[in-house]
Structures are given as C-alpha cells and as structure tokens.
C-alpha cells in the first residue's frame, strides 16, 4: 500500500518538480543582477555558491495531496573568462551545480517522503555586448570608466543547459532533465554615476525528452522570463541591488496530451556584494519566488557565494 501511494505521490507531483526546480535555478542563477556590466577583458573569475531554498507546492485538489512542501541545497562552482571577440566585449560563463532535495506531503493523510541527491544539469553561456562596453585592459579600461560616468550597454547570449546531471527514466523526480535546451538573451544596461538599471529578456526553448518515466514522451513549450535590477555601488567592491523577474508559460504536454501547467512565476530578490580583498568578494541574497495560478510553488531561497578574480 505505502509503495502505491509513495508511486501516486511521485507521479502527482512531477509535472511541478520542473518548476521548482526552474524556481531554484532561476533565483539562484538567472535572476542575476550586474548581468552586462563592463568588465576588462583578460579577466578570469572563480566562484563558489551555496544556497538553500523551501517553499510550498500547490496541487490539483483531486489528486487527494495535502500539506507538499520540499526542501533543496544547492553547491555550484562557476567559472568566467572575458575576453574580445569580433571588437567587442565577450565572456563565457561556466556554471557547474550540485544538489540534495527532499520533497515530502500526505498522500489521503499518508506521510510520504522521496529524496535526491547529485548533479544538475550544467550550463554554458557565451555573452557579447553588441553596444558601449568596448573591450579594454587595464589602465585603458580604469580611464574609459572614469570618463564614462553616464552610459548605456546593450548585450546579448545563448546559453546551453546540457543533460549531464544525475537522471534515471525509472523515477519520475530526477536532479537532472536528460534534455538539452537552449536559452537565447537580450539585455540592456544604463549607468547614471553610481546607479545601474538593467532589463533583461529570455526565453527558455526545450529539447523533447523521449525517454521520460516508462518510455514516455515529455516535451515543454518556451519559457518565458524578464527581469530587471537596480543596482546602486557604495565604492569599488560595496553595491546592493534589487531585483524582480517573471516567468510565463512553459506549459508541458506528456504523449502530445497538454498538461494546462503554464507558469505564471513572480521573483523578487535583494542582493548584497561586498569585498574581501582587491581581488577577493562575497556575495549576499534573498530570493522569493511566488506562483500566480492555483498550481506552482511559492518559494524562498537563501543564498552565498565567493569569487576570486585574476589576469586583469
């Protein structure tokens, strides 16, 4: 009896699982204040993060699950190169995520429980400022920043989420998706002295998934998500921002039957950097994430990450 209804549990909550998982790393990766700030090229950036996040998950009330919460910690390591390409100001980002979850609810006042642990999914992006931010080093960089006070950027890129992360066709909750997907963005930046305002668009376009749970097929349709960020700096290495962000549609289909589970995601975020050392810097952040439909989550997540740059 406990195996079945443990079976039921997992099998009525997955369809969600892909949006709180996309919650966690939207927060804690995506919702990214500083996204197309001017950085020197040659730059080399090594970061180490952790967070934790909880929150809610709201079902179908004729699935008979009452009280599904879920709880996930998250290790990541990050890697960012700067550098020029075709005149302009480039990067690549590197972001390598480990994670132990733990999703649990009464099943017709049944306590179950299911828990994970291993590697997400990787991802690479390769960015470019298309306007402003010319690619410069050292004290050409310093003197172009100090003469440019008051100025705006214009940056796109794709980034690739690879299926790498721990995933086996037999459970229905997996850490990683077994599927590609590939995330065009455009942003723009405006620096007025010590202030920043940035708006940035995507939208998330999935591979179909032809080995889901028992030989299935899960295919998800694009993923819509802005965000934007004011950012004030105190002094070099001191800024606090705060941030906001939307996700919209998603809606998944399993077999070509639709699942009616489009997103409606609101974020909000505050975010805190401060320095260690010239070359040293912590970084500080709250996010909430909150479900505008009867189906979703809502979510908080706590986040800290160290980084360490050289090669300027």
Not at 33 to 54: F, K, M
């Amino acid at each position: 009896m406990l195996h079945r209804t443990q079976k039921f549990f997992t099998s009525a909550i997955f369809l969600l699982l892909f949006q709180v998982l996309l919650c966690a790393q939207a927060q804690a990766q995506d919702l990214e204040p500083r996204r197309w700030s001017h950085l020197p090229s040659g730059l080399n950036i090594l970061g180490l993060g952790g967070g934790y996040s909880d929150g809610d998950i709201l079902l179908d009330p004729v699935l008979r699950i009452q009280d599904a919460t879920y709880q996930m910690t998250v290790a990541s390591v990050g890697y960012i190169r700067t550098f020029e390409f075709l005149g302009k100001s480039s990067r690549v980002d590197l972001n390598v995520p480990y994670a132990a979850g733990r999703w649990e609810g009464l099943v017709d006042g049944e306590y179950v429980a299911v828990r994970r642990r291993g590697f997400m999914d990787p991802r690479l992006r390769f960015s470019m400022n298309l306007y402003g931010a010319p690619p410069l080093k050292g004290k050409e960089f310093v003197q172009y920043r100090r003469e440019h006070p008051v100025d705006t950027t214009i940056g796109a890129a794709i980034q690739i989420q690879f299926p790498f992360g721990d995933y086996n066709d037999k459970k229905l909750i997996n850490l990683g998706n077994n599927r590609f997907y590939v995330r065009p963005q455009i942003g723009v930046l405006h620096q007025h002295y010590n202030w920043q305002f940035e708006l940035t668009g995507s939208v998330f376009l999935y591979q179909s998934n032809d080995e889901f749970f028992n030989g299935n097929e899960l295919k998800q349709k694009g993923l819509w998500f802005m965000q934007s960020h004011a950012i004030y700096t105190f002094k070099p290495g001191w800024w606090a921002s705060a941030s906001m962000g939307y996700g919209y549609d998603g809606e998944s289909s399993i077999n070509g039957v639709q699942k009616n589970d489009s997103r409606r995601n609101f974020y909000w975020a505050l975010s805190l950097g401060l320095p260690i050392n010239a070359n040293q810097g912590l970084k500080l952040a709250y996010y909430s994430g909150n479900t505008n439909t009867s189906l979703g989550s809502n979510n908080d997540t706590l986040l800290a990450a160290w980084s360490i740059n050289w090669g300027k």
